[in-house]
């Protein structure tokens, strides 16, 4: 069964170009949802390897949404993706634990290169763990 990837985003445009680039490019299967209400409860019901989030959104921004799904498992890396981005925000971001940042536009290359990236680094968080766990 392949890891599912939730996709998080106000324009549905993004939804749907994500939602595309991760089903023809990537062996994952992805998720979407414009509202970060339902995302969290898709988080929070587990399964997700990975949730790919818009910053400014109604309800919930990409910064609280990110915050809430470290609180329910912080080893789920998020990608936030905007058109807002400054240095500023991307440091901000990092901060509060996000796995990267990207600008939109953004190259698709740049884009499966993140996922690859912030999923071999969950899993070797994960794997850590437990051998840490199995050793104490």
């Known amino acids: 069964m392949p890891e599912k990837l ?10 749907s170009l994500l939602s595309m ?13 414009n509202n970060p209400i339902e995302a969290l409860e898709i988080v ?4 997700i390897a990975l949730v ?38 991307a440091v901000e971001a990092l901060r509060r634990g996000a796995f990267d940042f990207i600008v939109k536009p953004f190259r698709k290359e740049r884009m499966l290169f993140a996922i690859e990236r912030a999923l071999e680094f969950a ?9 840490a766990i199995r050793q104490s």
């Open 21 to 33: 680039l991760v089903r023809e490019m990537t062996p994952y299967e992805p998720m979407a949802t």
């Open 52 to 89: 790919i989030t818009g910053l400014k959104m109604p309800v919930m921004d990409g910064f609280e949404l990110l915050e809430a799904v470290k609180r329910t498992d912080e080893y789920t890396p998020v990608i936030i993706v905007t058109s807002y981005g400054t240095t500023a925000t």
């Open 123 to 131: 899993r070797l968080r994960r794997d850590n763990t437990a051998l």
């Open 6 to 15: 939730l996709i998080v985003d106000s324009e549905p445009e993004m939804l």
């Open 44 to 47: 929070r019901q587990g399964g």
